[in-house]
């Protein structure tokens, strides 16, 4: 849902060893098909996050994003 330029810049974040995040790939049959993060709101409060997700419309409404949800909850 991403232009070329933002995604190469989120991928640039991701990689870069900076990031005080979590962002993980949704993997559907060892396709990408989304992804979900958690990234850290403010430094002053590390316990506290900001936990989000998207999918490719054709993967709406199987409950996959429900699931990365819930696998993600405990890793962050």
């Known amino acids: 849902p991403y232009t070329a330029e933002v995604a190469r810049a989120w991928i640039g974040r991701c990689t870069s060893g900076h990031d005080r995040g979590l962002q993980l790939a949704i993997d559907v049959d060892g396709r990408a098909v989304g992804g979900v993060s958690v990234d850290v709101v403010t430094a002053k409060a590390p316990r506290v996050g900001e ?26």
């Open 51 to 76: 936990l989000g997700y998207w999918l490719g419309e054709p993967f709406w409404g199987r409950g996959i994003g429900g699931e990365a949800v819930r696998l993600v909850c405990p890793e962050a």
